[in-house]
């Protein structure tokens, strides 16, 4: 209930998205990745891709795991955009480091990175206008 009311006090653009629109964006969001990041990481382990490959993949999946923590437990919106900028580029690397082997998975993650774009420049404003 307190990160609730913390984030309702946020000072917030007024092209921010509804905060009930989260959820529903996310569950969109996390079943294609489970699928895409599913499927590079169980051909990374049958060795039918290198396990190089693999890498942006599961930094991506901790730095977005760590966001809610670092946004809403420590309260920090500066950590909170860097951690984003670091969700951007390591899907930014995933999505060109596999498209020559499985296009499917960089189309795929093509929501994902227009969200997270948007994400980005969620967080800075709510850094600028929460200092």
Known sequence: ME????YQSLVKPTW???????????TILYTLIAISFGVV???TLKKQLPSKIALPFVLNLIFNFIFSPI???LQNNLLAAID???????LIWLIVIIWPKMRWV?????PYLLW??????L??????LNP
């Open 71 to 73: 946004q809403f437990g």
């Open 84 to 90: 984003i900028i670091l969700v951007l580029a390591t």
């Open 16 to 26: 921010a998205p509804p905060a009930w629109l989260f959820g529903p964006a996310w």
């Open 123 to 128: 967080n800075a404003a709510f850094h600028i």
């Open 41 to 43: 990481f169980y051909k």
């Open 116 to 121: 997270v774009s948007f994400a980005v420049y």
């Open 3 to 6: 990160t609730f009311l913390w």
């Open 106 to 110: 960089s189309w795929i993650n093509i």
